[in-house]
């Protein structure tokens, strides 16, 4: 065992010497039906930022990652090669799993509170329309809630950025919870160093003062929590339900000092290296989970989902990765930066080693987890936009999507500091139909049309060859944002809210 591993397996072992007095001695299956149910979701993490191919072929990205319980957790369940967030920023995807809609139909269309546009105002052709900054309420239907009516616990550790500041939404606990630990209003760490940020600073990570001795890397330090308290609901009498949240990979590009000098050594720039090891510290940390539940014999019982918030990094931005073969990344609407690796694990349910290539989305997640949990989401599906996912997952019964994947994205948005060599992001919509998709910028108000299945890349608009398809997709869209009432961004001289999508 390395040091690193000690490190981590010795806060570990303390709570299992408590845990093991607690226990009744009832086997898990004798105390429960209701599977336990863990989402693992990682922060701004691309579609071949792993050694897990998601392609039809490894990447150099994907040759170049180290990610061995990812793998493993492919073995063991389903990837899904064509899963979306439902946005390319956070707090939208984010808010969107929890309630199971749309950021076009919740109106969270940004991550909150919306700061960071390096847009200068004047090269904006149109106003951003009014959207919901403050995020989600207390008062909004949240799976957490439903599952702790029906006799889940329920528990958040990491990343949250469901609310603003002082609002009821920055509060895990307050949108179905019973446990928040190191989630708030912030999207992203101070630092993934202890103290994990200055006293006063709005982005220091809260609740992991007990670090300060071994001054854990900020990944490691919730890997412990998660653990710890996977442990202590594993000796109750009823099922749980962990939302487990990194903040890797976000930025700040802070290496894991254990785990970056073996990047080095294979040659690569030191920044290259440095955001290998937060990938690769986010892995170890899946696997730190799966092996707990293997050692609490809780595993077989356990549903584990892998998910990403939204695309990754662009290299042209400055950042240490890349997307390809995908275009572009976080904050667009192209595939870098909506489509993110996505796997599930469900012993006896889901048939190991396989692969499903039926676009899904982060917003399946509400009636999906539902019907894991055995409890019908059916009185839910006239306000929502998921889908349930088992039929995809166990192969039993239809899975059908006939008015394809909606994204909204009416902002302007630009990396700080790197206008240069990375172009504003502008407002737009777009909708994935089988193998196409169409892309509409309205600046412009013209659309692209793409095959997927034959131009992953997006290369090659295809439009004007495929004007009808086009319509039909442009049609569709413009039916849901209208459905769902969405916002669309203003004229600057008419001061008129523009036209939904239309050719």
Same mark, same amino acid.
């Given at each position: 065992?390395?040091?690193?591993?000690?490190?981590?397996?010795?806060?570990?072992?303390?709570?299992?010497?408590?845990?093991?007095?607690?226990?009744?001695?009832?086997?898990?299956?004798?105390?429960?039906?209701?599977? %336990?149910?863990?989402?693992?979701?990682?922060?701004?993490?691309?579609?071949?930022?792993?050694?897990?191919? /998601?392609?039809?072929?490894?990447?150099?990205?994907?040759?170049?990652?180290?990610?061995?319980?990812?793998?493993?957790?492919?073995?063991?369940?389903?990837?899904?090669? %064509?899963?979306?967030?439902?946005?390319?920023?956070?707090?939208?995807?984010?808010?969107?799993?929890?309630?199971?809609?749309?950021?076009?139909?919740?109106?969270?269309?940004?991550?909150?509170?919306?700061?960071?546009?390096?847009?200068?105002?004047?090269?904006?052709?149109?106003?951003?329309?009014?959207?919901?900054?403050?995020?989600?309420?207390?008062?909004?239907?949240?799976?957490?809630?439903?599952?702790?009516?029906?006799?889940?616990?329920?528990?958040?550790?990491?990343?949250?950025?469901?609310?603003?500041?002082?609002?009821?939404?920055?509060?895990?606990?307050?949108?179905?919870?019973?446990?928040?630990?190191?989630?708030?209003?912030?999207?992203?760490?101070?630092?993934?160093?202890?103290?994990?940020?200055?006293?006063?600073?709005?982005?220091?990570?809260?609740?992991?003062?007990?670090?300060?001795?071994?001054?854990?890397?900020?990944?490691?330090?919730?890997?412990?929590?998660?653990?710890?308290?996977?442990?202590?609901?594993?000796?109750?009498?009823?099922?749980?339900?962990?939302?487990?949240?990194?903040?890797?990979?976000?930025?700040?590009?802070?290496?894991?000092?254990?785990?970056?000098?073996? /990047?080095?050594?294979?040659?690569?720039?030191?920044?290259?290296?440095?955001?290998?090891?937060?990938?690769?510290?986010?892995?170890?940390?899946?696997?730190?989970?799966? %092996?707990?539940?293997?050692?609490?014999?809780?595993?077989? %019982?356990?549903?584990?989902?892998?998910?990403?918030?939204?695309?990754?990094?662009?290299?042209?931005?400055?950042?240490?990765?890349?997307?390809?073969?995908?275009?572009?990344?976080?904050?667009?609407?192209?595939?870098?930066?909506?489509?993110?690796?996505?796997?599930?694990?469900?012993?006896?349910?889901?048939?190991?080693?396989?692969?499903?290539?039926?676009?899904?989305?982060?917003?399946?997640?509400?009636?999906?987890?539902?019907?894991?949990?055995?409890?019908?989401?059916?009185?839910?599906?006239?306000?929502?936009?998921?889908?349930?996912?088992?039929?995809?997952?166990?192969?039993?019964?239809?899975?059908?999507?006939?008015?394809?994947?909606?994204?909204?994205?009416?902002?302007?948005?630009?990396?700080?500091?790197?206008?240069?060599?990375?172009?504003?992001?502008?407002?737009?919509?777009?909708?994935?139909?089988?193998?196409?998709?169409?892309?509409?910028?309205?600046?412009?108000?013209?659309?692209?049309?793409?095959?997927?299945?034959?131009?992953?890349?997006?290369?090659?608009?295809?439009?004007?060859?495929?004007?009808?398809?086009?319509?039909?997709?442009?049609?569709?869209?413009?039916?849901?944002?209208?459905?769902?009432?969405?916002?669309?961004?203003?004229?600057?001289?008419?001061?008129?809210?523009?036209?939904?999508?239309?050719?």
């Amino acid at each position: 065992m390395n040091k690193l591993a000690t490190k981590i397996s010795s806060y570990i072992s303390l709570i299992a010497c408590a845990g093991t007095l607690l226990f009744s001695g009832c086997t898990i299956s004798e105390q429960q039906t209701q599977p %336990n149910i863990i989402l693992f979701l990682v922060d701004d993490m691309g579609w071949t930022d792993t050694s897990v191919p /998601f392609g039809k072929t490894a990447t150099p990205n994907n040759k170049y990652q180290k990610t061995p319980n990812m793998e493993l957790m492919a073995q063991q369940g389903i990837k899904f090669t %064509n899963a979306y967030a439902a946005s390319p920023v956070c707090s939208p995807t984010r808010c969107s799993i929890l309630t199971g809609k749309n950021p076009a139909r919740s109106q969270i269309t940004n991550w909150i509170p919306g700061q960071g546009n390096d847009v200068p105002e004047s090269e904006q052709k149109l106003f951003i329309p009014d959207w919901n900054i403050n995020g989600l309420t207390a008062s909004d239907i949240t799976f957490p809630k439903i599952l702790r009516e029906h006799g889940y616990t329920t528990a958040h550790i990491g990343k949250a950025h469901f609310g603003k500041a002082g609002t009821s939404g920055a509060d895990p606990k307050q949108l179905g919870f019973d446990y928040n630990i190191a989630g708030h209003h912030a999207g992203h760490p101070a630092s993934y160093y202890y103290p994990y940020g200055k006293e006063g600073s709005k982005y220091k990570v809260p609740d992991l003062n007990e670090f300060e001795k071994d001054s854990l890397y900020l990944t490691d330090a919730l890997t412990v929590k998660a653990t710890q308290l996977i442990e202590k609901l594993s000796n109750e009498k009823k099922p749980f339900y962990l939302n487990f949240a990194h903040y890797a990979v976000h930025t700040p590009i802070q290496e894991h000092r254990e785990l970056v000098q073996q /990047f080095i050594q294979e040659g690569k720039t030191e920044a290259e290296a440095k955001y290998a090891s937060i990938v690769a510290s986010m892995d170890n940390s899946l696997g730190a989970v799966m %092996n707990k539940l293997n050692e609490l014999k809780i595993a077989d %019982n356990t549903i584990i989902i892998f998910m990403s918030d939204n695309g990754g990094l662009v290299t042209h931005a400055g950042h240490p990765t890349t997307n390809a073969p995908l275009s572009d990344g976080k904050g667009t609407c192209r595939e870098g930066g909506i489509r993110v690796p996505m796997m599930v694990k469900w012993a006896g349910k889901v048939k190991p080693g396989t692969q499903c290539d039926e676009p899904v989305c982060s917003d399946d997640f509400f009636p999906t987890i539902l019907q894991m949990a055995g409890i019908s989401p059916e009185e839910f599906l006239e306000t929502i936009d998921g889908k349930d996912l088992t039929p995809l997952l166990t192969g039993k019964g239809s899975f059908d999507r006939p008015e394809g994947i909606c994204f909204h994205y009416p902002h302007y948005w630009a990396w700080k500091g790197l206008r240069e060599t990375y172009p504003s992001i502008k407002p737009f919509s777009s909708i994935r139909m089988g193998k196409w998709k169409l892309c509409y910028g309205y600046e412009d108000e013209k659309a692209e049309l793409f095959d997927l299945e034959n131009d992953i890349a997006e290369k090659n608009n295809l439009i004007d060859e495929h004007p009808e398809i086009a319509k039909k997709l442009c049609t569709q869209l413009q039916s849901y944002l209208q459905k769902v009432d969405a916002q669309t961004p203003v004229d600057r001289h008419s001061g008129e809210h523009l036209a939904y999508p239309k050719l």
